[in-house]
């Protein structure tokens, strides 16, 4: 048979030159990891030598009357012909820092944090060109375009987590009394809320990646997740109760995005059993 006539889907991974020893796998992993991490703490410090809009604009900026969803909610609101009855904003409350370098270490957990959210699309990349030369011809075509999918859902995620569910928790939060109690949150607990609204929101924004790759290998298939789909819904609502502060609204703002993604994720398993079939 002709050199051009073979499948070459089923020839192995891409040629070396020299075939590499585990002990040179290991040299290019770490290799990998150190550039993701030098990027990651490059970005880190970049922000911190401007935390003082860092923490201003962004890391408090739902707590602000001014922020950008507070005002699109209440002209959306204005314009549908409801008036005001959509409109709402934080109440003012104060942050204090309890600890002797608790701002200190705060702007650097900061700092680090929002570094790493926006060298992720980086660091997919170097994890991506780690294992593309050990993949076969099939799967590379497959997996084209992945580092950017991911990419997008991710920071897809961490943007719907500041500006949808951030400004309802805070608000909600921030409001919530009990008698003979004031509420003033230390400095720490406030940032680490937004983390906890934010960073999950990009990770579960990845189910229909994780769902490609899932039934790429044969685990998940179409008729599972449509025969599944009720049990979702409660699996849906119990995620989102969870990383969400006990309000029905945000829960449901949430909720909602998760069961799309659910939707999205049987379309996409659906399309990988029909190429698998084909193959």
Not at 177 to 185: A, F, H, L, S, Y
């Amino acid at each position: 048979m002709p050199l051009d006539q073979i499948d070459v889907d089923r020839l192995g991974p891409e040629p070396q030159e020299q075939e590499m020893t585990f002990l040179e796998h290991l040299e290019e992993l770490r290799w990998h990891i150190i550039r993701s991490l030098i990027a990651v703490v490059g970005l880190g410090i970049v922000l911190f030598l401007f935390q003082g809009w860092l923490f201003d604009t962004v890391i408090f900026g739902p707590t602000k009357a001014d922020f950008f969803s507070y005002r699109f909610i209440c002209n959306l609101s204005n314009s549908m012909g409801l008036g005001d009855v959509m409109c709402f904003t934080p109440p003012d409350f104060p942050k204090i820092a309890t600890g002797f370098g608790e701002p200190f270490i705060m702007a650097i957990k900061v700092c680090f944090v929002m570094g790493l959210i926006i060298a992720f699309p980086y660091v997919l990349w170097e994890f991506w060109t780690f294992i593309k030369p050990g993949l076969y011809a099939k799967e590379r075509r497959a997996a084209r375009g992945m580092v950017g999918i991911c990419s997008g859902l991710f920071i897809m995620g961490v943007l719907f987590g500041y500006y949808i569910i951030s400004p309802f928790a805070v608000n909600f939060l921030a409001g919530y009394e009990i008698p003979g109690v004031q509420n003033t949150p230390t400095m720490s607990s406030f940032i680490n809320y937004m983390i906890m609204f934010t960073a999950p929101a990009g990770l579960i924004f990845e189910l229909p990646i994780i769902v490609y790759f899932l039934s790429k290998v044969g685990l998940v298939t179409p008729e599972g997740m449509k025969k599944y789909r009720r049990h979702s819904i409660i699996g849906v609502l119990v995620l989102a109760a969870m990383i969400t502060p006990p309000d029905v609204v945000t829960q449901f703002l949430i909720g909602i995005p998760l069961y799309v993604l659910y939707e999205v994720s049987i379309l996409v398993s659906a399309r990988v059993n029909r190429e698998n079939e084909e193959f």
